[in-house]
């Protein structure tokens, strides 16, 4: 964890001060850690606790060094330090402790070496014992900003017999930038700073205890004629934490305890890569994948006749289509009944519309958008396939009812996608009706062949593809707005058809977004429609076409989010009802 732990007094002759912190190196040692990495340099390893070996390192300074380092040192000069301000000796090179698993360092000095992080532990030491404190003054907080990072601290007071009022003013704090991280740590560095907290306190209080048995300090001010309160100390207005807490090696436990916490608080959030909440297709999908599931169970006593009657079938289709087939070279070309999918389909939106050409290719999508019935007739059954499957891939999952190849008629309210034979009637009132679709698949002539725009339309080129409607679309006419962006990537040669696959799934996501907006608004709020104008106006979807796209695509919202939607609505409602 990129923090900083360090442990603050409020000292009542030179105000607040840093008294001992602990950071987490992931570079070489800074100058002044040490770096005598000999037994004979009297490096002092102790014990190992959590993959942390511990040691204090010790280096030998001539006089000059000891004058420069002083000098360069960002913290406060030895004339303003007291012995309540200082926590490790003069020439005390701080301690260290390695984590073998990681190779990370944590450090522990007075102050910290670089000057940037000196200027933000001193800023959050000032804060946490002047300005930000909780009510008592004894407690934890949070502060900070985004320049100099943010800060948990806690607050506490420490026993002294010899300190106005008997005690003295310390903080505890940690510092990071990232804030949700450190929010997120809360409850834990809360408990195990408490904890180091409750530990110091109870040693003082020991201490405080046999002092104040051995010579009573309130008695002695309470009989004493009054004068200044510093002259009365007698130069003992500033006491060092270790001889309050009588531990000799206060300083090393601390370091023990805030190199812990770093690598603790550190390893137990770690990030996971989460996918969010399911979109509407992936609800419509499991919702479908129920159904299923749901009839297949109805049919698990009657399985295995239905598979003896569905091998006897396939048996039988078989050995016609082998019947048919000539016992010619032509054989593999006029057979593909039993053959894989030929290469004569459609193979995207971008290859659709290089067949089709643009003005067509634009008015199949705006009725395929629209939810108007797109009719697709054609010998080849492949072809027709792949065509709906290019063209589905515009709308919600929910919005899609495919029939793909039937030897008759099939009202809309039964498909929006429909396949049929090239010898099926179509009804007249279908043919002249604006909301309807038709494509026609001829065997081209040679004088009547669509010129194609690449070589991977080679295999259709012996197709004519003829789109005709009731109610053609005027050329003028603006469309749906994700039409024209569909459009526009499909344009875009600099876009790979996978890129394109992902511009597409962006845009439906966000209008279908825009659907359950207006769903909530008009069904579940039933706000009346001047109200309803004013928020299409607000999601960029006032036009007529846009209207018309939310409308169609509001049918395919899943049953789950639906009853989401009224649950939420009627829970209220029920609860004051039982209340």
């Known amino acids: 964890m990129n923090a900083i732990v360090a442990l603050c007094h409020f000292c009542e002759l030179h105000g607040p001060r840093t008294l001992f912190c602990t950071e987490v190196l992931h570079s070489p040692l800074p100058q002044g850690a040490g770096n005598g990495d000999s037994p004979g340099q009297g490096e002092q390893a102790e014990e190992e606790e959590g993959g942390i070996q511990m040691s204090s390192r010790i280096r030998s300074h001539s006089p000059a060094e000891g004058a420069s380092a002083e000098s360069s040192s960002p913290g406060p000069k030895k004339s303003d330090m007291c012995e309540g301000c200082r926590s490790l000796a003069a020439g005390h090179p701080g301690y260290i402790s390695h984590d073998k698993e990681t190779s990370i360092k944590y450090v522990s000095h007075q102050h910290p070496n670089h000057p940037q992080l000196f200027s933000i532990v001193r800023q959050a030491c000032v804060r946490s014992l002047s300005c930000e404190v909780c009510p008592g003054r004894e407690g934890p907080i949070f502060f900070g900003d985004e320049q100099h990072g943010f800060v948990f601290s806690h607050t506490f007071f ?247 190849y039937s030897s008759q008629y099939e009202e809309a309210y039964r498909c929006n996608f429909l396949g049929l034979s090239p010898h099926v009637q179509i009804p007249s009132y279908i043919q002249t009706s604006e909301f309807a679709v038709i494509v026609e698949v001829h065997t081209a002539t040679c004088s009547s062949v669509y010129p194609v725009a690449c070589d991977e339309d080679q295999s259709l080129s012996k197709y004519e593809f003829v789109v005709t409607s009731g109610g053609p679309i005027a050329t003028d006419r603006v469309g749906p707005t994700i ?65 018309k796209l939310l409308k169609f695509w509001m049918t395919g919202l899943s049953k789950t989010y639906k009853s989401h939607l009224m649950s939420t609505v009627r829970s209220p409602t029920s609860s004051e009802s039982r209340n």
């Open 483 to 547: 039409l024209n962006k569909i459009e526009a990537a499909l344009t875009n040669q600099n876009l790979s058809v996978d890129v394109v696959d992902q511009c597409l799934v962006c845009l439906k996501e966000e209008w279908m977004n825009k659907v359950k907006v207006l769903f909530k608004f008009t069904k579940v709020d039933s706000r009346p429609k001047e109200d309803t104008q004013k928020l299409l106006s607000i999601l960029g979807a006032a036009e007529e076409d846009n209207v």
């Open 158 to 404: 420490i026993k002294d017999s010899l300190a106005r009022g008997f005690q003295r003013w310390y903080s505890i704090i940690a510092i990071m930038m990232d804030r949700i991280y450190l929010i997120n740590s809360w409850p834990f560095l809360l408990e195990k700073i408490r904890g180091i907290i409750d530990e110091l306190q109870g040693k003082a209080l020991k201490v405080f205890e046999a002092e104040q048995y051995g010579c009573p300090q309130r008695a002695q001010r309470m009989n004493t004629a009054f004068t200044p309160f510093l002259h009365q100390r007698n130069g003992n207005a500033a006491r060092s934490l270790t001889s309050l807490t009588s531990d000799e090696n206060l300083w090393a436990c601390l370091h023990t305890s805030f190199a812990w916490l770093l690598k603790a608080c550190g390893s137990r959030l770690t990030e996971k890569l989460l996918e969010g909440a399911p979109t509407e297709d992936t609800l419509v999908q499991m919702e479908k994948l129920a159904d299923l599931e749901e009839e297949s169970e109805s049919w698990d006593n009657s399985e295995g006749e239905e598979e003896e009657r569905t091998l006897s079938m396939t048996e039988a289709t078989d050995g016609r289509e082998l019947a048919k087939c000539p016992t010619k070279s032509s054989l593999l070309s006029d057979c593909g009944s039993w053959l894989p999918r030929k290469l004569s389909v459609f193979k995207s939106l971008r290859h659709m519309r290089q067949v089709l050409g643009a003005p067509s290719f634009r008015m199949l999508a705006w009725h395929v958008l629209m939810g108007n019935q797109v009719i697709w007739k054609g010998q080849d059954v492949d072809l027709v396939q792949s065509a709906f499957d290019v063209l589905r891939t515009m709308l919600p999952v929910g919005c899609v009812r495919i029939i793909p």
